[in-house]
Every structure is written in C-alpha cells, then in structure tokens.
C-alpha cells in the first residue's frame, strides 16, 4: 500500500511512524511533513488547506489511503473532495466535521441523545450573553463556537472575566469568526481525560485513555497551550470508567451522528472530565489528539493500518478495547515564549545519535536549513519515554530530554505526575 498522511506536526510524526510499521505498507508519503518525518516519509510540499492540489497528488501517486492529521481540513471537506474522486480517505465528512467545527452543534448533539456533558446556552448577541452570565453561578466556561486552534475556551472565576470573555469573543472577535456565536456553560470540576474511538460510523475500536498537560506551567499554571505532554494509559479512567465511556458517550454520539445523517467515520476523540458522578463531555474532536497519539500508538501493539483502513471503507474489521502494552509518557519541548510569541530558526543538538529503543523523538516544529535542524514552531519535538511502570516511562522520557538542547527550549517537569500520585494512592486504599 501506498499511504499519503496529511499534516506537520507531532501527531503526524506519530502516525507515520506508527503506519510505516505496518506489514502492509510499501510506502509513506506525508504532506507536508517536517524533518523527522523525513526521515520516515517522503514529504510533499503542499499544505494541507490545498484540498484541490493533494487530490491530485493521490490521484497521480496512486495512494491507496490518505489519513488526515489536523482538524481545519476536516471541517473544510477534504473527505469529501477524496471520496467524489473515489478516492479513499481516513477521517469524517465535513458534516460530521462539524461536532468539532460547532461548538453549540457538538452540545446539541448531546442534548439530543443524553451524553453526559455541562449545562450550557447559546448566544448570537452579546448583550443577551452578558444578562445570562450575570444570573448564573461562578466559575463559568465562555467558548468561541468555531475553531480557534484550542484556544477558544475562557474559564472565568468571576462574573467581571466572563463579561470580559464575551466582550473579547463576540465583540472584538479576537478568535475572528468563531465568535459569531459563544457557548457558555456550567464549569465541571474533575480531571480530564482523552478517549479516541476508530469508528466506521457504526463499530468501533476504542485506544486507550490518556491524559494532556494543556497549560504551559509545572501544576497546570498559566495559559492554556495545544498540549504540552500527555501520558497512556491514564489510571483515571480504569477499565470500568472505560466501558461507561463507551456506553454513555462514544456509542450515543456515532448512533446520534448517524440518525442526524452525518454518519461519523474517522477518529472521534472525547476530551473527558471525569466527575463525581461519572465521566462528561468537554467536548468532541474530529481527529486524534496531539500529543496524546505520541504516547497513545506506542503503548498498542495492533497494526492501525487495517483499522484505518476499514473505518475509512465503512467496514471496521474488529471492535473493541485496545490494551496498552506498556507506558508511554511524552514529554513536548517548546520554543521559548510558547504559546506567545517566540523565534524560529534555533539550532537544535542532540539527535544525531541514536537513542535506545525505549525513547522515541516525535518532530513537531522542526525543519532542516543548510543541512542543520533548527526549529521552526512553538512546540517543537514530543519525547516519548516508555517503560514497564509509569515512573520508568517518565525517567526514560526526561533522560532523552537532557540529552537535547536548543537556546530557549523549554518543557515542564512533571508530565505524569498525576498519574504516579493517584497509582499511589490507589495501592495505599489497596493495603488498607
Ligand atoms: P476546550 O477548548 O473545550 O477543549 O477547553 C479547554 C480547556 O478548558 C479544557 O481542557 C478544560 O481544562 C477547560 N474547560 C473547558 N470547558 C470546561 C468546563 N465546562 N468545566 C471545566 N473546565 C473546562
Ligand atoms: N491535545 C488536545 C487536542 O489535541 O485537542
């Protein structure tokens, strides 16, 4: 098979790497890739917003299965472009796109069908926005309802920041159009969670559950980023939370998309907080989870690519429960000034030698100039550490990490420690 992956970042580096295993494959092309998965693929110089030009692209290179990394794309349609073209591709049409593209869709859905999620309304006037958020009680979420690269959610601890939120949201529209329309709704407190389900609209194969570090500080401090490390599986979510996640939320939602008529094909990622009463929604996404694919594919030992491909062609060729192997902790190191400003083009030493097999390097903001790597976004590389237990995984990861550097890298210190806290505690209550 030739397969063509498209996107740049980590979670691409992931599923070529993990594509590029399969027995069945013969070749990978990544378009347009970075520098470490040039050294796994072939990368293409188109972006993944030319759906025209990437059709073409497959058409010409005879791909057998294209896999779409990043959501824009999604929600632009590329699926659709593909399948009118008869050609076949891994991901939800852009109607069923539209549980990630629409915020206030995404909970309508849940209304509709009972999944577990927070108390919400929805708002086209930012007047009538601000009298609701007076009446209700604080801390309050306020979310853009288009996408806003994982930026577009304001918690507020008081009724002054949620007027705020609204007044940046809708009316200076600092997420540009996704603020037409805002969601606000009730805060849930809990700890998350990120479930991914292959699906061919109807069976589904669930991975298992890991946990992002999204804000950029040790102890989940400060501005939330696009993840800056996540860890698999998380002991949150234990086999029994598991099975009511898939009951409760991932079985009614592709049951609720197909009786809407958007049949949902593709990854579909719950991001998940686990309450006192049981797991809800945070919300939906339309594709894999990044960094959570760099530790979730290196703990399974299944070869993805007939789950890709069946779930593509409308026929998943098993469901079910995938188990991790072993732990996986991937720790992202960013550029200086992440997720604000910050400079390119920083020279990066340390991964001209091999590193044991327990270390994998995931490129993400990296390019190559004048034969050099050097960075080239804000996060730039996820190292993954696996091991046998959670603290071996985090020791190998860290390890790795001390072993890379370029000027301003930066990256927090305790990815999976939540997870080593709550192991502990559990064989304490287990001794009792
Ligand atoms: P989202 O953009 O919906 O993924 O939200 C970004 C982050 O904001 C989530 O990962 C949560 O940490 C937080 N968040 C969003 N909605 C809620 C909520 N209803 N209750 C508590 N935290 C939330
Ligand atoms: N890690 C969060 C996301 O992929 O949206």
Known sequence: MNVLVIGNGGREHALVWKIARSPKVDKVYCAPGNAGIAEVAECVDLPPSDLEGLVRFAYRKKIDLTVVGPEAPLVAGIVDAFEAQGLAIF?????????????????????????????????????????YVKREPVPIVVKADGLAAGKGSIVCRTHEEALQAIQQIMVERIFGRAGERVVIEEFMVGEEASILAITDGERMVVMPPSQDHKPIYDGDQGPNTGGMGAYCPAPVVDAEMLERVRREILEPAIRGMALEGRSYRGCLYAGLMITEVGPKVVEFNCRFGDPETQAVLPTIDEDLVPLLEGA?????????????????????????????????????????????????????????????????????????????????????????????????????????????????????????
Not at 106 to 122: C, E, N
């Open 312 to 432: 593509a062609a409308g026929k998943l060729p098993q469901e079910g429960i995938l188990e991790s192997r072993r732990w996986a902790v991937c720790v992202v190191m960013a550029s200086g000034g992440y997720p604000g400003p910050y400079e390119k083009g920083k020279v990066i030493q340390g991964l001209d030698r091999p590193f044991p097999e327990d270390v994998i390097i995931f490129h993400a903001g990296t390019s190559r100039e004048k034969g050099q790597l050097v960075t080239s976004g804000g996060r730039v590389l996820g190292v993954t550490g696996l091991g046998a237990t959670i603290s071996e995984a985090i020791e190998r990861a860290y390890w790795a990490v001390g072993k890379i550097v370029f000027d301003g890298a930066y990256y927090r210190k305790d990815i999976g420690q939540k997870a080593l806290r709550r192991l502990r505690v559990m064989a304490g209550a287990g001794r009792a």
């Open 91 to 131: 991901g939800p049409s852009r109607k069923a796109a539209e549980i990630e593209g629409s915020k206030a869709f995404a909970k309508h859905l849940m209304q509709r069908y009972k999944i577990p999620t927070a108390r919400y309304a929805v708002f086209t006037d930012p007047g009538e926005a601000s009298e």
